[in-house]
């Protein structure tokens, strides 16, 4: 994780927009995000799901990459996962 | 790799999505996923039956889910014993889902990880 702040700096490789779109659809979208940057590359996801405010982490832990945190806009979260493998 | 079973018994929308949902979650974590489709459940599979079934606010639509766990790697399985009951055959049946009985999915059940039931 980092802090706020310094993620709000981050450039992400992809970003990837799954606002408006149920639980699983940023998850599918995450997983299909995350192959189109290279290892070490970061994706940002777009989401209005609160619940995969905790899913990407429990995700990104289980496939070995790397949450590194969220920010919090105006009705939407954006989530920041780093290619690690 | 870790395997999960799911078990669909049902065409009502509220048990017939639930699989794809988890399904396809299941996938994105890298799982092996069987979906075993038996008695009303057999009309997800059924040709034009997916189409038809329907729940408001999921996020793809049933034909969307079954592309996108099959996409995956995800086995189909339609189960013959129900055939009779429910009066399907195997040619209306959608490509890509394969026939077995009873002894397949408790052999799959008994080496999955996670085996679920709608």
Same mark, same amino acid.
């Given at each position: 994780?980092? +802090?706020?702040?310094? $993620? +709000?700096?981050?450039?992400?490789?992809?970003?990837?927009?799954?606002?408006?779109?149920?639980?699983? @659809?940023? $998850? $599918?979208?995450?997983?299909?995000?995350?192959?189109?940057?290279?290892? @070490?590359?970061?994706?940002?996801?777009?989401?209005?799901?609160?619940?995969?405010?905790?899913?990407?982490?429990?995700?990104?832990?289980?496939?070995?990459?790397?949450?590194? @945190?969220?920010?919090?806009?105006?009705?939407?979260?954006?989530?920041?996962?780093?290619? +690690?493998? | /790799? &870790?395997?999960?079973?799911?078990?669909?018994?049902? !065409?009502?929308? #509220?048990?017939?999505?639930?699989?794809? /949902?988890? %399904?396809?979650?299941?996938? &994105?974590?890298? /799982?092996?996923?069987?979906?075993?489709?038996?008695?009303?459940?057999?009309?997800?599979?059924?040709?034009?039956?997916?189409?038809?079934?329907?729940? !408001?606010?999921?996020? /793809?639509?049933?034909? #969307?889910?079954?592309?996108?766990?099959? #996409?995956?790697? &995800?086995?189909?399985?339609?189960?013959?014993? &129900?055939?009779?009951?429910?009066?399907? #055959?195997?040619? !209306?049946?959608? !490509? %890509?889902?394969?026939?077995?009985?009873?002894?397949?999915?408790?052999?799959?059940?008994?080496?999955?990880?996670?085996?679920?039931?709608?």
């Amino acid at each position: 994780m980092i +802090a706020v702040e310094e $993620l +709000a700096k981050l450039i992400p490789d992809k970003e990837v927009d799954a606002r408006g779109v149920a639980c699983p @659809g940023p $998850l $599918l979208e995450a997983k299909r995000g995350i192959t189109t940057v290279p290892v @070490g590359g970061v994706i940002s996801i777009l989401s209005s799901d609160v619940s995969t405010n905790n899913d990407l982490p429990r995700w990104a832990a289980k496939m070995g990459h790397e949450y590194l @945190g969220t920010i919090t806009e105006a009705g939407f979260w954006r989530i920041f996962v780093k290619r +690690a493998k | /790799m &870790a395997k999960m079973v799911v078990f669909c018994g049902s !065409d009502e929308p #509220q048990k017939a999505f639930p699989p794809f /949902m988890l %399904g396809s979650g299941a996938l &994105a974590l890298d /799982m092996e996923l069987v979906l075993f489709f038996t008695m009303d459940g057999l009309n997800i599979v059924r040709k034009g039956g997916a189409a038809v079934i329907k729940l !408001d606010g999921a996020a /793809m639509t049933l034909p #969307q889910f079954i592309d996108t766990v099959k #996409q995956g790697g &995800a086995r189909l399985i339609a189960c013959s014993a &129900a055939f009779p009951i429910v009066e399907c #055959q195997e040619e !209306d049946l959608i !490509d %890509g889902v394969e026939c077995s009985g009873v002894a397949t999915f408790v052999a799959e059940a008994e080496e999955a990880d996670v085996v679920l039931t709608f």
